[in-house]
């Protein structure tokens, strides 16, 4: 079973997704973190201004592990490097570059595929809408900006990075344009999506309220219906 999890920066979707995913024992991944590994390849190679062909041929020979907790850039752990200022700063070079999206959308699949677990929540901008189309349960996370602004300052505070609450909230506007707008793969909520607003829910009664939505299509879903079986 494959349940995605898109919504803009800052919603709470990886703490979410991750927490859905234990509870669930499914695998989780986080797509957000690919097209930073991509990014922070890119500032290290310093092809921030190369043009875009170059760029896709870089991501292409990148291995980006997924694994438990941690992310590997060729093998090297580089999870808490993703989160740097300048990474996001610049994530938008690889998330703009079609070649670049075709190649992680390939192998957000194969993750999907590989494993023996019996299913995947997967969170980023286009889960629901092109990498998992078929999806059996599709989430769209929302929060108000202001929210989502003070979760990011927090989150910069965390790792000693102090910023203005006014600072996140313009840098944020200009991130959710730029994911809105994409030609391809944009932020978008799927037409088959149920949207969750968090602002005033703990994590526990997202996570609670997302189980209630996966069991719920889940016993609706025609494999279950062909396969004869029922929640009792
Ligand atoms: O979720 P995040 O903030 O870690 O994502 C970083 C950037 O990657 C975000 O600005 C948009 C891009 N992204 C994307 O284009 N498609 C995805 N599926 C996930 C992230």
Redesign the pocket.
Known sequence: MIITIDGP?GAG??TVARSLASRLGFRFL????M??AVTLAILRAQLVDSDGEEIAKLARRLTIGMEADRVLLDGEDVTEEIRSEDV?AH??IG?DNQQVRSTLVQRQRQFATVGDVSGVVTE????GTV?FPDAACKIFLTASDEQRAKRRQQDLARRGTQVSLKDVLTQQQE?DA??RS?EV?RLICAEDAVSVETDNLTLDQVVDHLVQLVLAKDASSPSRAARGTSDH
């Open positions: 920066a979707k990886s986080d797509t957000g973190a097209y930073r996001t994530v938008h998330a980023g901008r286009d889960q990498v991130r730029r994911d994409r793969g």
